[in-house]
């Protein structure tokens, strides 16, 4: 691939934090979020990355949280060329376009999904119990179907392994009733927004989740937000209830990995040259539809 790829990054005497996708540093006072171009499925990590993808994913949070600013607080404090190297000189080959540096916040230990499609998992816990999450849903809903309200449907947020599906009274018990209220309107209301602009620009979002922390009190979004990996981006136009959808997230990779002989655990298989160009497409088309923006 003729795309520059990374897939890890090193910043050497700040204490650093890895995920799945981002590496995380302590700049003391503030954080500085680094995206990767790594992808995972199925709570493993690919071997080998998708070029840009990082910087996609930046780029769209920083469009989202600008299109968000009037409606919602969020963790950014600058993202700019000029931020970064005030921050952490001489690194910026590295770190350009594809990173955040962030207020500090003590993150909501909750996963907080919200789902306007019934698809994914939704789809098979309403196929065996009409529930999703503890929400009881009306019969005849098909794959892919639009809920007429959307849904607050919150996982736990597991450093290893598997999130798991609670329900909102399990988040008030975790979390407290008050909070986890604030939680589900707060998720809901930011779903909506971006749901009703996104469709103008030809784009469904099916489902997505959204991370919360707080910081001096305030409730703020953190992490990414609304991005190809944390949601479901489905073109309206080819849109039909009853069937898998095409997509412009990482479901292109997982429908891939469904058709391998592959038991979703580690080390995950390395994903083909077609596979990589194809996925890095989806997410820039993903980018330039929602943002009005050519990808550069």
């Given at each position: ?140 809903l098909k794959q892919s179907s639009r809920i007429e309200e959307p849904i607050f449907t919150p996982s736990t947020k597991a450093d290893e ?136």
């Open positions: 691939m003729a795309n520059r790829v990374i897939t890890s990054t090193d910043l050497p005497g700040l204490p650093k934090r890895q995920g799945k996708v981002r590496d995380v540093y302590d700049l003391g006072d503030r954080l500085l979020l680094v995206a990767t171009d790594r992808i995972s499925a199925f709570d493993c990590v690919m071997p080998n990355g998708i070029p840009d993808k990082g910087r996609v994913l930046t780029a769209l949070s920083l469009f989202w949280f600008g299109f968000l600013r009037s409606s919602v607080k969020n963790h950014l404090l600058g993202a700019a060329n000029t931020d970064l190297e005030a921050a952490v000189p001489g690194h910026l080959d590295t770190l350009s376009g594809r990173s955040m540096i962030v207020r500090k916040a003590d993150v909501v230990p909750i996963e907080c999904v919200v789902r306007g499609y019934l698809a994914g998992s939704g789809w098979k816990d309403y196929q065996a119990t009409r529930t999703v999450s503890g929400v009881h849903l009306p019969d005849g392994g598997h999130d798991m599906p609670i329900s909102f009274q399990d988040t008030a018990d975790r979390v407290g009733t008050d909070l986890a209220g604030r939680l589900r309107d707060g998720s809901i209301d930011v779903y909506c927004r971006a749901r009703d602009y996104a469709l103008q620009r030809g784009i469904i979002i099916a489902d997505t989740k959204f991370e919360w922390g707080l910081a001096d009190g305030e409730l703020i979004l953190v992490d990414e937000v609304l991005t190809p990996d944390s949601s479901r981006f489905w073109p309206q136009d080819q849109y039909a209830e009853g069937r898998d959808q095409a997509s412009f997230d990482k479901q292109f990779v997982r429908n891939y990995l469904e058709s391998l002989d592959w038991d979703k655990t580690p080390p995950a298989p390395a994903l083909p040259d077609d596979i990589v160009t194809r996925t890095r497409a989806r997410y820039v088309e993903a980018y330039e539809r929602l943002s009005r923006r050519k990808f550069v």
